[in-house]
């Protein structure tokens, strides 16, 4: 995967968001404790949840230092550390979200990555999502656990590591298990690569586009 000048870039900022009917709540958790566990819901900020309280209708039913269960919209789910549950509708439609394109043509818009907010530019010439390390770091990430790999830049080949992050959302939209990249340097911005557009129907309509979750 290379990122250079060449490199086609479609810029997301903020769209309308395409919501049909109303979706079960996705959750995602980052920390478990007897009792008690740190979750991510629709990918907000990470919060600590006792037993028996309810948050966006998820409800902690039980917790302990291996896993968690919840009562979300009525279903209960038992998940690990770093595991996800993705929200979708009773009736089984597809999840959508639609962009406006800013006054250079470019495409706009925010979401989150583990659960922290990022701001994505996607580059459909870019195999997976890639951060930079700094942005890594933040996450609270252990990047360097991954493969290490060298990916060519403008400024030249810099330090990489493979990595998977748990979840990738955008507006209603989100996907689990997504294949990334850790930048050493040389990478501003966020790239939302092919790894998760890979599961997008993706189309574009004058000043509009529409991603459509595929799985």
């Not at 890639?130 to 360097?144: F, H, P, V």
């Not at 990738?168 to 092919?194: A, H």
């Amino acid at each position: 995967m290379a990122f250079n000048r060449k490199s086609t870039f479609f810029i997301l900022s903020a769209g309308a968001f395409v919501c049909t009917s109303a979706w079960a709540a996705g959750v995602s958790v980052v920390g478990l404790f007897k009792d008690k566990a740190i979750v991510s819901i629709d990918g907000g900020k990470p919060r600590t949840l006792s037993i028996g309280q309810t948050v966006q209708g998820v409800r902690l039913v039980a917790a302990d230092s291996g896993s968690a269960s919840f009562d979300v919209d009525g279903k209960r789910r038992t998940l690990g550390m770093g595991q996800s549950f993705a929200g979708g509708t009773a009736t089984g439609e597809r999840q959508s979200v639609s962009l406006t394109a800013d006054a250079r043509g470019h495409f706009a818009a925010s979401g989150s990555l583990n659960g922290y907010p990022m701001t994505f530019l996607v580059d459909t010439g870019a195999t997976t999502i890639a951060i930079n390390a700094a942005e890594a770091k933040r996450m609270g990430l252990d990047y360097k656990a991954g493969q290490a790999v060298g990916v060519g830049t403008a400024a030249g080949v810099v330090p990489a590591w493979r990595v998977k992050f748990n979840t990738v959302k955008i507006g209603n939209i989100t996907v689990n298990q997504v294949d990334g990249m850790v930048v050493e340097s040389g990478l501003s911005v966020p790239l939302l690569g092919m790894s998760f557009l890979n599961r997008m129907e993706m189309k574009r309509d004058g000043q509009t586009m529409t991603l459509t979750q595929r799985y």
